[in-house]
């Protein structure tokens, strides 16, 4: 079942992995830890791999995830008590994942993680 946000503030959490398959344990810990609303994860793929990472290997209990798996790959996930929906771009060169977070009445929030491979930027967008 998913709420709208009726809380003043999210909290988010960002990193970088370079590749989650060794780090998915530790990664599962931390999220219990902090107990994030939202968080981004960039170079979720290994680097200089033939194989990359299947939707499902994904999966987080107790959140919705968006990704876009090309090149090194991004994931944004969200707390299943979150109202949101993935946001298709038409024209994103970049490996970026966008949802839509529906808040009180009418409002909602647009968040985005983005990587950008040739200045080696991560952006976490709120």
């Not at 990472?53 to 209990?61: A, Y």
């Not at 839509?100 to 491979?117: E, F, K």
Request: hydrophobic share 35%; charged share 20%; aromatic share 6%.
């Amino acid at each position: 079942m998913r709420h709208t946000v009726v809380m003043n503030e999210l909290q988010c959490m960002y990193t970088n992995l370079d590749c989650l398959n060794n780090k998915k344990s530790e990664f599962i810990l931390r999220i219990a830890e902090i107990n994030p609303d939202i968080v981004g994860l960039t170079e979720v793929n290994p680097k200089h791999s033939k194989w990359s990472l299947m939707p499902e290997d994904l999966n987080i209990e107790g959140y919705t995830h968006y990704s876009n798996l090309e090149g090194r790959g991004v994931v944004l996930y969200v707390k299943d008590s979150l109202c949101s929906s993935e946001i298709q771009l038409k024209n994103s060169t970049d490996s970026s994942v966008w949802c839509n977070l529906q808040l009180r009445d009418n409002d909602r929030l647009i968040v985005g993680l983005v990587y950008h491979l040739t200045h080696q930027m991560e952006a976490l967008v709120v």
